[in-house]
């Protein structure tokens, strides 16, 4: 006798919903630098804050000079900015934090008194507060500063000079650096914001002749780096309207309202394809741009495709392909450790399949002791990422060993 079960809609929807998201949450690896990354992957500046007696005498001298020259010229005389920033690099040199970023402060308020708000005189002033937050490991002002200095240089909009960019890209990457290690809960309308004004700088740039062949990798991979950050990230929502209209909220307006992240998510192995395409056709002959769009492809798991091109690739540079490699490789993903706690080395070795999976993985912490075991979830994450394989004379796919020297923020 045959048995036959009827699903109401409801039930048939649920079951979708379960089975979509399963597919999603199997087929999304963890990208690599989340939360583990090369040992080198970013230099910390080093900033000791110890300084001897006389340092700091000579900082509280030249202090004492100064609000004196202010009594006598008064607060907003033009030439005191450059005074500011003299005695703030002095207590900078003695270690004296609070003192140099109340100078620096004080050099921009007075620059942009004496030039306007937009004023070129506020960039050197800028940039040692920056550097004075990156040695201070301070996030929140950093990223103010940033996003202050891009807004000065034009905020993106051509015609573009060198500091616009740079400030651009330094803008664009701290704000990155702030979304890794946060829940995106609340903050969609922010990250559409930032992902449409990337977008569009990268465009711009990549299609201007006058700095594309300096610049649009810069700027591709940085906006790689946002895609990458988005799959990790987001979990893929049905697109069916009786859901939308029984669960939707503020962050999930209709498409006709704003474009939402889970439409943006649903286009990204599209969109990756575009920038890092549109990379390869300004540079044909750049291996990291060949890489970087055959990685994104291996990261979909469109193999073909992709060892077609790491092929081209590994006959321009045919050393870094006789090992195989973490994705992504091409740009890497990690944080930026000026505003991390102190990272801890962990060596990991394995076999990479010539399929890319890991197999035989081993870990050790060089720093403490041959029976510690670094925490689970860092042994996850190595076990979830995505490899590419080596390859044999630029041809085939091969099985190899793998060693890395990495680091995890714990």
């Not at 079960?5 to 409801?10: E, H, K």
């Not at 962050?251 to 192995?269: I, K, M, N, V, Y």
């Not at 041959?370 to 630029?394: E, H, L, Q, T």
Request: hydrophobic share 40%.
């Amino acid at each position: 006798m045959s048995i036959r079960f009827s699903l109401n809609p409801l039930t048939y929807l649920l079951v979708l919903v379960c089975l979509h998201v399963y597919v999603a949450s199997a087929d999304t690896p963890v990208p690599f630098g989340l939360p583990v990354q090369y040992r080198d992957a970013e230099p910390v500046l080093g900033f000791d804050g110890g300084r001897d007696v006389s340092e700091l005498a000579s900082v509280y001298q030249a202090q004492a000079r100064l609000e004196e020259t202010e009594r006598r010229l008064g607060p907003y005389h033009p030439s005191l900015a450059g005074e500011f920033v003299q005695v703030a690099q002095l207590a900078m040199d003695a270690g004296n934090v609070g003192l140099a970023a109340s100078l620096y402060n004080a050099a921009l308020h007075n620059a942009r008194v004496n030039n306007g708000l937009y004023g070129d005189q506020q960039l050197p002033i800028l940039r040692g507060l920056l550097d004075l937050y990156l040695l201070t490991g301070d996030r929140d002002g950093f990223e103010a500063r940033a996003a202050y200095q891009f807004r000065l240089l034009g905020s993106g909009l051509p015609p573009f000079e060198e500091g616009e960019l740079r400030a651009t890209l330094e803008f664009f990457d701290v704000s990155l650096d702030a979304l890794m290690g946060v829940s995106w809960e609340g903050r969609g309308r922010e990250l559409l914001v930032l992902h449409t004004r990337f977008e569009s700088m990268a465009e711009a740039v990549c299609a201007d002749a006058s700095v594309n062949l300096a610049w649009c990798e810069p700027f591709t991979f940085s906006l790689g780096r946002f895609y990458y950050l988005l799959e990790h990230k987001l979990d893929v929502f049905v697109d069916d309207p009786r859901f939308e209209r029984t669960f939707s909220g503020p962050e999930w307006e209709s498409l006709d309202r704003e474009p939402r992240l889970e439409a943006l998510q649903r286009r990204l192995f599209n969109k990756g394809e575009t920038v890092f395409e549109r990379l390869l056709e300004v540079n044909p002959d750049s291996s990291g741009a060949l890489s970087a769009l055959a990685d994104w492809h291996w990261f979909y798991r469109k193999r073909d495709e992709a060892t077609s091109l790491y092929r081209r690739a590994c006959r321009l540079s045919p050393d870094r392909f006789t090992q195989a490699a973490p994705l992504p490789e091409y740009p890497r993903l990690a944080f930026n450790r000026a505003f991390q706690e102190p990272v801890i080395p962990l060596d990991v070795s394995l076999t990479v399949t010539e399929r890319g999976k890991p197999a035989d993985m081993n870990f050790s912490l060089p720093a403490a002791g041959a029976d510690v075991d670094p925490p689970g979830r860092v042994r996850r994450s190595m076990r979830s990422m995505v490899y590419r394989p080596a390859f044999v004379a630029c041809s085939e796919p091969v099985e190899r060993e793998l060693k890395l020297e990495l680091a995890y923020i714990d």
